[in-house]
């Protein structure tokens, strides 16, 4: 597949994403069933589109100036980011366990549903994996 290929998918699939996330928190404001945890999804939803559609956005400029969008150091970024949101996704889902069976038992805390709990075990390695790969694009350097 190409580069201008993929690129129009993936701004094709941020937008198709905008969408879902207008469409269902108009449902949600207009039932009044807005909490915590839909804001916190909201937030790290809006996070993760925003993330992506500046990647694709960036990748579509270098596609008009003629600069090749994948490099040597890109993949790099992205390999060592995705690693270490591995490796997070890994302590979240522990600290969850943690959270749900210790911490609930011998606290006043509420526990969390099995919705919320696979929502944050989705959600989080992303959000950590879009903001690594921006610091260590920034930095320039990776090991």
């Known amino acids: 597949m190409s580069d201008k290929a993929k690129t129009m998918i993936g701004l094709g699939i941020t937008g198709t ?3 879902l996330i207008v469409f269902f928190a108009t449902g949600t404001i207009i039932e009044g069933k ?3 945890f839909e804001l916190t999804y909201a937030a790290i939803l809006l996070f993760l589109v925003g ?3 500046l990647v694709f956005v960036q ?7 003629g600069v ?35 911490i609930t038992d ?6 969390l549903s099995m919705a919320q709990t696979l929502g944050l075990m989705i959600i989080l390695p992303g959000a950590i994996f879009i903001g ?11 090991e």
């Open 132 to 142: 690594l790969a921006f610091i260590y694009s920034k930095k320039g350097e990776v």
């Open 59 to 65: 990748r579509n400029k270098d596609l008009k100036k």
């Open 34 to 36: 807005l909490g915590f």
């Open 68 to 102: 090749a969008i994948e490099d040597e150091l890109s993949k790099k970024v992205f390999r060592k980011a995705g690693s270490q949101a591995y490796f997070a996704s890994v302590w979240i889902a522990v600290g969850l366990l943690w959270y749900n069976g210790f």
């Open 51 to 53: 993330g992506s559609t």
């Open 106 to 111: 011998n606290s006043t805390l509420k526990a």
């Open 17 to 19: 994403v905008i969408f």
